[in-house]
């Protein structure tokens, strides 16, 4: 069972589009991070988000976590193929021992 | 700037191999994580150590053992490799106590035939 569900698995955009990746769950969660990973490379953490209803931005990219904790977004504004890669979400509880649940990620093509 | 290294990046075995992937983090902390991706089904959970010589199973143990002896290097072991193990291996470390942030080796992509 995947507690954390994550849309769409595959985006293929234009250059300058905005889109919107979800990640859903019935699981409450303590905090949620986002990670983004490049062919070859391990995932890099974008952002993590902690309390319900937060909103956080990195340039582009804004995040949001639901109010009751259990689902989250991400939306880039006029994406550029820079943006291309791996998007995974990844939920944790607290005092697991930091363990995190991960959605089945998110895969952004941008075209230029 | 945190470090994990993995030994091998790319690896080929046949069936019935013992196969070892090593993991070295540089920055003193305290919990690693094995995990495995495959295309879907996102990263699954294999085994994690919180300490030296602790270890726990994850969500997907079967088939595989841990070794922690020292601090910084967190072996993953497959006694007999099946082809249902052919997949990308990721090691994680993260000091105790803070936010969960996990920082990621660049992964071992395995084939096992």
């Known amino acids: 069972t995947q507690l954390l569900e994550q849309s769409p698995q595959f985006l293929s955009i234009q250059e300058g589009e905005n889109l919107t990746v979800y990640c859903n769950s019935s699981s409450v969660f303590s905090s949620l991070q986002w990670y983004r990973q490049e062919p070859g490379e391990g995932p890099v953490l974008l952002v993590t988000?902690?309390?319900?209803?937060e909103v956080k931005k990195l340039k582009r990219l804004t995040f949001q976590f639901g109010d009751a904790r259990k689902d989250s977004s991400l939306h880039i504004t006029a994406a550029q193929p820079g943006d291309t890669g791996l998007y995974l979400c990844a939920g944790a509880w607290s005092g697991n021992t930091g363990k995190l649940i991960f959605g089945q990620g998110t895969t952004l093509q941008v075209k230029p | 700037d945190v470090k994990v290294t993995q030994s091998s990046r790319y690896l080929v075995k046949r069936t019935g191999e013992k196969v070892f992937l090593e993991c070295v983090q540089d920055?003193?902390?305290?919990?690693m994580f094995w995990y495995r991706q495959d295309p879907g089904l996102g990263l699954r959970l294999i085994y994690f150590?919180?300490?030296?010589?602790?270890?726990e199973k994850g969500d997907i143990p079967e088939g595989y053992s841990v070794s922690r002896e020292k601090k910084e290097r967190f072996s993953l072991i497959l006694e007999s490799a099946s082809t249902n193990q052919t997949s990308m291996y990721l090691c994680a470390s993260r000091p105790a106590g803070q936010q969960e942030t996990q920082y990621f080796g660049p992964g071992t992509r395995l084939l096992v035939l």
């Open positions: 920055m003193d902390h305290e919990n």
């Open positions: 988000v902690v309390t319900g209803g």
């Open positions: 150590s919180y300490d030296v010589k602790m270890k």
